[in-house]
Antibody, heavy 120, light 106 residues
């Protein structure tokens, strides 16, 4: 059974940093691109960042480029999101997802999510 | 960025009723994905590649469309289908989602 378990969320002041982690199990982690998708309170879904199988390629939405860093450790089956210079608009539940391809790509497995609140 | 507009924003359907949710893209997309999210839960992949049902999705669901117009159809509404449904375009960066359609029971 595929499991994705996020951790590391919490309340943080604007301008500070936070690092999210996602522990994966039940599948061969290195066989999947991975991604972070977020959802602001009572809002819709927003793709944040993606990373290739070996971490050699990374992709970000413009609003987080230069502030967030996605990374992975295939030996530990773990995905990370380092978030620096946090802003109030980064407040959201962050989901770790696998990315698969067949007729385009899609986010097929999702974690339970971790809440990040940016507030003074 | 490709903007996805879902309609209606909210709709109510009776058990047994046919339901059609629409997603329109600001530019042509190759395929569309759909996700189901119930209150307090994570989203689940529901339909991918425009018309392929994810594992475990009942066959009363179907997906269709091309270019800038896509649909998720429920042939016969059931109580367990109450949820918010999001469309998502597969192929242009950044990947974008629609604002969601909240499906309620009438």
């Amino acid at each position: 059974e595929v499991q994705l378990v996020e951790s590391g969320g919490g309340l943080v002041q604007p301008g500070r940093s936070l690092k999210l982690s996602c522990a994966a199990s039940g599948f061969t982690f290195s066989d999947y691109y991975m991604a972070w998708v977020r959802q602001a309170p009572t809002k819709g879904l927003e793709w944040v960042a993606s990373i290739s199988y070996d971490g050699g390629s990374t992709y970000y939405r413009d609003s987080v480029k230069g502030r967030f860093t996605i990374s992975r450790d295939n030996a530990k089956s773990s995905l990370y999101l380092q978030m620096d210079s946090l802003r109030s608009e980064d407040t959201a539940t962050y989901y770790c997802t696998t990315v698969s391809w067949e007729l385009g790509d899609y986010f097929d497995y999702w974690g339970q999510g971790v809440m990040v609140t940016v507030s003074s | 960025d490709i903007v996805l507009t879902q309609s209606p924003t909210t709709m109510a359907a009776s058990p047994g009723e046919k339901v059609t949710l629409t997603c329109r893209a600001s530019s042509s997309v190759s395929y569309m994905n759909w996700y189901q999210q119930k209150p307090g839960a994570s989203p689940k992949l529901w339909i991918y590649g425009t018309s392929k049902l994810a594992s475990g999705v009942p066959n009363r669901f179907s997906g269709s469309g091309s270019g800038t117009s896509y649909s998720l159809i429920i042939s016969s509404m059931e109580t367990e289908d109450i949820a918010t449904y999001y469309c998502q375009q597969c192929c242009s960066t950044p990947r974008t989602f629609g604002g969601g359609t909240k499906l309620e029971l009438k």
